[in-house]
């Protein structure tokens, strides 16, 4: 135990550590059409846009399962990227790569490609203006640019705009919300929904109608039925986020200003990202991969930095879990929820 080169090769940024990732989401999305007939995916409440999208598309099975890896391994490339720009992460963690590509690629219920799923690719924007805003003097742009993204990701997932609430604290945590920033904030938020009520508008379109079923979608659900396996799964999960999160608070000053402030929002997030769970379980696939972002963030602040036998421990046991929930979702062919 005194040496896991697995978890070694997976935080340094070398060939090992980029292709161990790969490999695991390509396994992961395969395994299932070999093994198994079919699986029930958990049911996904679109959007009125992409249902429109859907409808003019008509992508096959399995194009959709190769392009929802590619795009997977997309967002954990961003993530690495972003932790190399700001250095929210006093090391160039390929882990970050690696346990993004690990909780979506053991759940089977998203491996097919969903437009839906572009929302996190607007959050990943979204944060990057964030993390970007520290440095920059009386800038009213960026706060534009982070709610702007947040608008234009909700019209593939309504949920991306219930984190505006979290931005703005990420704003005033980093910078300092002031009158300006915020109603650049707030400008940024609404010109999306301005420009498409004007197109609805010039093209004779119903408006109202557009208006109710877009109400209709801030629908907010606290009943909802897991088995018992999904259950621990998650619990174990949230846990582990807990541990990583302790982890920070216990030793603030270990990092700049400008990193414990960001960790400081990443933390956040986590428990928003818990709050957003409870109240979009009728929506759970898209909740789940947003927050996903913080969860990830959180484990490899953890693992990367702290070099003990517990962490090697928890980390092998944290893999065993989503494995074993992996394996169950693949073979029950039914999950619950």
């Known amino acids: 135990m005194k040496n896991l080169n697995l978890l070694k090769a997976l935080i340094e940024p070398k060939l090992p550590g980029i ?23 958990w049911p996904t409440n679109n ?15 399995s194009m959709s399962l190769a392009i929802g890896l590619l795009y997977t391994i997309f967002i954990g490339f961003l993530l690495v990227q972003l932790n190399k720009v700001h250095s929210f992460i006093r090391i160039r963690s390929l882990l970050l790569f690696f346990f993004y590509i690990l909780i979506i690629g053991t759940n089977p219920n998203l491996h097919s490609f969903s437009f839906s799923q572009i929302s996190n690719l607007f959050m990943l924007m979204a944060l990057w203006q964030l993390f970007s805003i520290y440095d920059k003097r009386e800038d009213v742009k960026t706060p534009f640019n982070i ?34 920033t915020f109603i650049a904030g707030f400008i940024g ?13 010039i093209t004779n379109k119903n408006i109202d109608n557009y208006l109710d079923l877009f109400l209709n ?5 606290v009943n909802f039925n897991l088995d018992y ?37 990443i933390s956040y997030g986590f428990f928003f990202f818990l709050l957003l769970f409870f109240v979009k379980a009728d929506n759970f696939p898209i909740a789940f991969s947003l927050g996903t972002f913080y969860s990830t963030i959180l484990y490899t602040h953890y693992f990367s930095l702290r070099n003990t036998l517990f962490t090697k421990i928890l ?11 992996y394996l169950s979702t693949v073979f029950s062919y039914t999950p619950q929820f």
């Open 229 to 265: 396996i999904s259950v621990a799964y998650l619990i174990v999960l949230c846990l582990i986020g807990f541990i990583a999160l302790l982890n920070i608070l216990n030793d603030p000053f270990s990092d700049k200003i400008k990193v414990g402030r960001m960790l400081g929002f």
């Open 189 to 201: 938020l609404i010109t999306p929904f301005i420009l498409f009520i004007s197109i609805a508008y």
């Open 47 to 61: 959007t009125l846009f992409v249902d429109w999208i859907d409808s003019q598309l008509e992508i096959k099975p």
């Open 217 to 221: 979608q801030f629908s907010f659900n």
């Open 19 to 41: 292709f161990i990732p790969i490999l695991l989401g390509i396994l992961l999305w395969v395994f299932p059409s070999i093994f198994s007939k079919s699986y029930d995916l």
């Open 315 to 325: 980390f092998f046991f944290q893999l065993l879990v989503c494995l074993l929930f």
């Open 147 to 180: 709610t702007f993204y947040l608008a234009i990701g909700s019209f593939f997932s309504i949920e991306l705009l219930l984190f505006t609430p979290l931005f703005f604290i990420g704003i005033q945590r980093l910078k300092g919300l002031t009158s300006k």
